[in-house]
């Protein structure tokens, strides 16, 4: 099992920076990639953006140009750098990793949550 913790979330006016980061441990050796989701009120759990662990990046097109995904690999660590934040980029916001499928592997963490404010 792979334990995921969330951190680095809080409120933010709009056009400014928040950098998110999320902690792996567990079976960390399972790991293909990790990536990043959120889910803002009334709507579905969405993906930001993925890292694999060569660095190979995807990012949803609403996120491109603002956001970047980094890991650390001998951390065990993956960030989420948000430059140019939006109000609809407010959400809660949440790891997880992949397997060498690109499905999710881990249970959910308690996220950690981004406001915009306007």
């Known amino acids: 099992q792979v334990q995921l913790v969330e951190s680095g979330g809080g409120l933010v006016q709009a056009g400014g920076p928040l950098n998110l980061s999320c902690a792996a441990s567990?079976?960390?050796?399972?790991?293909?990639?990790l990536a990043w989701y959120r889910q803002a009120p009334g709507k579905q759990r969405e993906l930001v953006a993925h890292?694999?662990?060569?660095?190979?990046?995807n990012y949803a097109d609403s996120v491109k140009g603002r956001f970047t995904i980094s890991r650390d690999n001998a951390k065990n660590t993956v960030y989420l750098q948000m430059n140019s934040l939006k109000p609809e980029d407010t959400a809660v916001y949440y790891c997880?990793?992949?397997?060498?499928?690109?499905?999710?592997?881990?249970?959910w963490g308690q996220g950690t949550q981004v406001t915009v404010s306007s």
């Open positions: 997880n990793a992949l397997d060498k499928y690109y499905r999710i592997s881990a249970s």
């Open positions: 890292i694999s662990s060569r660095g190979s990046t």
């Open positions: 567990g079976s960390i050796f399972s790991i293909n990639a």
